[in-house]
T-cell receptor
């Protein structure tokens, strides 16, 4: 069955450093991989999408890499800030209409001041 | 940007009663919406795909008679938890896709 694993349940990073989160998947060939942010008691918010033929995507302080050979994505937050503290979810699927998204458990990121 | 509105945000109900959760796409039409459930420290688990004008598609292990889904219009899908039990207490989230996936705020259901 399809399986998505995120590297750790919780991650503590000192403010100003780069936070790196890992997402691995098995038994799946996604056309896209996505990262979401979820704050407590809220729904997920879309951050970045990377396609299978792309190796890297950037958005402001965020960077995502996608290695379809390793079946892995890395999510980086540079110059991290306490406001970046949240749970980050990796998700696989398509964003074409009518398709479903499969989520990992998420990694709770704490940026320490 | 596109917004999905979910209501109510919190609900407490007695065991054995039914609860309805609404999911609306506010500025786009969604022929398909998705319903997820999230238990504490767990991932979002897809429960069902709601299709406008037709029957919902349920994921394996999800009881369709317990979680009734109605997608009567292109902007509204409802999830009704029937004869709720304490083990149904969870965070329920809906989603609709318009170029990217948009999620509702979620509904915290507590069954006492």
């Amino acid at each position: 069955s399809q399986k998505i694993e995120q590297n750790s349940e919780a991650l503590n990073i000192q403010e100003g450093k780069t936070a790196t989160l890992t997402c691995n998947y098995t038994n799946y060939s996604p056309a896209y991989l996505q990262w979401y942010r979820q704050d407590p008691g809220r729904g997920p918010v879309f951050l970045l999408l990377i396609r299978e033929n792309e190796k890297e995507k950037r958005k402001e302080r965020l960077k995502v890499t996608f290695d379809t050979t390793l079946k892995q994505s890395l999510f980086h937050i540079t110059a991290s800030q306490p406001a970046d503290s949240a749970t980050y979810l990796c998700a696989l699927g398509n964003l074409w209409r009518d398709d479903k998204i499969i989520f990992g458990k998420g990694t709770r990121l704490h940026i320490l001041p | 940007g596109a917004v999905v509105s979910q209501h109510p945000s919190r609900v407490i109900c007695k065991s054995g009663t039914s609860v309805k959760i609404e999911c609306r796409s506010l500025d786009f039409q969604a022929t398909t919406m998705f319903w997820y459930r999230q238990f504490p420290k767990q991932s979002l688990m897809l429960m069902a795909t709601s299709n406008e004008g037709s029957k919902a598609t349920y994921e394996q292990g999800v009881e369709k008679d317990k979680f009734l889904i109605n997608h009567a219009s292109l902007t509204l899908s409802t999830l009704t938890v029937t004869s709720a039990h304490p083990e149904d207490s969870s965070f329920y989230i809906c989603s609709a896709v318009d170029a990217e996936a948009f999620f509702g705020q979620g509904t915290r259901l507590t069954v006492v």
